[in-house]
């Protein structure tokens, strides 16, 4: 079946621009998380969300950043006054739920956002 | 808190030879450890989940092990290809909905 799609998969923005990065997760799974990769660095858990519900915002790195997930499906992403250091590939993940971490994680291919 | 190391941070191999990536973990108090391989430009692939009261787990060439009491993990790839080459990430779930990743293994396999 159909994995984790992400789009778009590359974005270019300016300084100060808000941008929204999609992620559609396989279907029938009710965990959705979001991670980002920045150059250099090892992943960073940004939220994840349990059916339409984040339980769990603590990983987002500012209050520019929000998430949001409707009909326990398709979640969105927003940067609100994108900065340079926002610049990484975000990468969404989801598995068939999340309780007792049974369940293994699948990845998108992540979109790369680099701001200028 | 939790960090996660992993050793070597990169590795070139001749194809054939056998290899083993480390992963240690400073909190032994984890639900599962998953090994990933992540390729350029792409996402991750999982390649393993071994739950914590699991101490191994196989598929094909590839074996994971867990010894949570003192906080490591292996992955161990037998007969290595070129295909192989990519870098490896393991991460521990602390808990239903947080994973904790490694910087990861960067590995080469020539031909």
């Known amino acids: 079946g159909a994995g984790v799609s992400q789009s778009p998969s590359n974005k270019v923005t300016e300084k100060g621009k808000d941008v929204e990065l999609r992620c559609d997760p396989i279907?029938?799974?009710?965990?959705l998380y979001w991670y980002r990769q920045s150059l250099g660095q090892g992943l960073e858990f940004l939220i994840y969300f349990q059916g339409n519900s984040a339980p769990d915002k603590s990983g987002l790195p500012s209050d520019r950043f929000s998430a949001e997930r409707t009909g326990g499906s398709v979640s969105t992403l927003t940067i609100q006054r994108t900065q340079q250091e926002d610049s990484a590939v975000y990468l969404c993940?989801?598995?068939?739920?999340?309780?007792?971490?049974?369940?293994?994680?699948?990845f998108g291919p992540g979109t790369r956002l680099t701001v200028t | 808190k939790q960090e996660v190391t992993q050793i070597p941070a990169a590795l070139s191999v001749p194809e054939g030879e056998n290899l083993v990536l480390n992963c240690s973990f400073t909190?032994?108090?984890?639900?599962?450890l998953q090994w990933f391989r992540q390729d350029p430009g792409k996402g991750l692939t999982s390649l393993l989940l071994?739950?914590?009261?699991?101490r191994e787990q196989t598929s094909g060439r590839l074996n994971a092990s867990l010894d949570k009491s003192s906080g490591r993990s292996t992955l161990y790839i037998a007969a290595s290809q070129p295909g192989d080459s990519a870098t490896y990430l393991c991460?521990?779930?602390?808990?239903?909905?947080?994973?904790?990743f490694g910087a990861g293994t960067r590995l080469t396999v020539k031909p």
């Open positions: 993940a989801s598995s068939l739920a999340s309780s007792g971490s049974l369940y293994e994680q699948y």
């Open positions: 071994i739950q914590s009261s699991q």
């Open positions: 909190d032994s108090a984890i639900y599962n």
């Open positions: 991460a521990v779930s602390l808990n239903n909905n947080d994973m904790r």
């Open positions: 279907s029938g799974h009710t965990a």
